[in-house]
């Protein structure tokens, strides 16, 4: 499945990964791309989220491209990584 997202987009997922990062996790950030709906081509969600308070960042997945034919595809999974990790990755420019 492929998304095109334009600079716009971009830079808002990572401005919210930035500042979610800059606020140790106090809050968390989701960032959603198209919609759940069957009449659009597709849907990403990306939730941010502290895991524990040692750091670790966990990170949730949705993904559906909205296909009705034996094409669909919609996935679901939930990733951690440490807060160090997920602080530099949001330092990298676009």
């Known amino acids: 499945m492929e998304i095109y997202l334009d600079n716009g987009q971009l830079e ?50 949705k993904v559906d491209n909205n296909d009705t034919t034996s094409r669909k595809i919609c996935v679901y999974f939930l990733d951690v990584v440490s807060y160090v990790c997920l602080f530099r990755a949001a330092k990298v420019e676009l």
């Open 12 to 61: 808002d997922l990572k401005n919210g990964i930035e500042s979610f990062a800059t606020q140790l996790g106090k809050n968390e950030f989701t960032w959603i791309t198209g919609h759940e709906s069957e009449n659009t081509t597709h849907f990403l969600s990306m939730r941010f989220f502290l895991h524990d308070k040692r750091g670790i960042v966990g990170i949730e997945f």
